[in-house]
C-alpha cells in the first residue's frame, strides 16, 4: 500500500554540480534497493535512530508541472508563490506508517533548505481535526467554504509561510491543497496533528 506524498519545487532545475551533489546526497543518506530507497542514516534529516524503521521511499527528479493541464486547473500558482519551479523533487513513501510520514516530512524539509524550496504537500493539511472526506465529498458550498476557511485558520497560525491553493475537483466542488516554506514545515512536523498527504 502506498504511502504518503510531496514534492519540493526547486526554483531552478539541478544542473552539473548542484545534480551531482544531489546525487552524492541521496547516496550518503539512503541506502538504494529494490528500485527505491531506504533510510540509512537519519540524524542527517534530523530523525531519530529508530527512523531506519521506515519502509521504501521513491525519490526522483521530475519536470514542473508534472502533468498537462496543472497550470489551468491552477491558475495563477506560480505567481502566488513567487517563482516558477524550475523542476521538482518528488518524494513518496510506500508505506503508511507514522514514521513513514516523519521521514517523508524531514526528507522534505532537509530539500528545502537545501535548495531555497518550496514544499507542495499535494493536499489540504489537517491541523484541526476534520473528519476525512466528509466536507469534501458534500455539494454543500457553504459547508466546503467554512471547512477550507477553518483549514486555513489552523496552518496560517503555524511558524513560516503556506498558501492555500484553490482547485476544483472531479465534483465540481472546491478544494485546496497546501504549499509551504522550511520554517512552515518545521512548525507543522511539531504540530500535534502532523501528517503529510496520502
Given at each position: 500500500?502506498a504511502?504518503?506524498v ?30 527505491g ?5 537519519p ?13 521504501r ?9 508534472d502533468?498537462?493541464g496543472?497550470?489551468e ?16 523533487i ?23 533548505r537545501?535548495h ?15 473528519p476525512?472526506?466528509?466536507?469534501y ?15 486555513d485558520?489552523?496552518?496560517?497560525g ?6 492555500s491553493m484553490r ?10 491543497t ?8 518545521a512548525?507543522w ?6 501528517r503529510?498527504?496520502?
Amino acid at each position: 500500500m502506498a504511502g504518503p506524498v510531496a514534492s519540493v519545487l526547486l526554483p531552478a532545475a539541478l544542473t552539473g554540480a548542484d545534480a551531482a551533489a544531489f546525487d552524492r546526497w541521496l547516496n550518503e543518506v539512503f541506502a538504494p534497493h529494490d528500485g527505491g530507497w531506504f533510510l540509512r542514516a537519519p540524524a542527517a534529516i534530523g530523525a531519530p535512530d529508530s527512523a531506519t524503521d521506515a519502509g521504501r521511499f521513491l525519490i526522483d527528479r521530475a519536470p514542473w508541472p508534472d502533468y498537462e493541464g496543472f497550470e489551468e486547473d491552477f491558475p495563477g500558482f506560480a505567481e502566488s508563490i513567487g517563482y516558477r519551479p524550475g523542476e521538482q523533487i518528488e518524494v513518496c513513501a510506500m508505506v503508511n506508517r507514522p514514521v513513514d510520514h516523519l521521514v517523508l516530512g524531514r526528507v522534505c524539509l532537509a530539500l528545502a533548505r537545501d535548495h531555497a524550496a518550496l514544499v507542495d504537500f499535494g493536499g489540504a493539511l489537517d491541523a484541526v481535526g476534520q473528519p476525512q472526506g466528509i466536507d469534501y465529498l458534500t455539494e454543500d458550498p457553504g459547508k466546503i467554504e467554512r471547512t477550507i476557511a477553518g483549514l486555513d485558520a489552523a496552518v496560517g497560525g503555524l511558524e513560516g509561510r503556506v498558501w492555500s491553493m484553490r482547485y476544483e475537483t472531479a465534483r465540481g466542488t472546491p478544494w485546496i491543497t497546501h504549499v509551504g516554506d522550511a520554517e512552515f514545515l518545521a512548525s507543522w512536523l511539531s504540530h500535534p496533528r502532523f501528517r503529510m498527504i496520502k
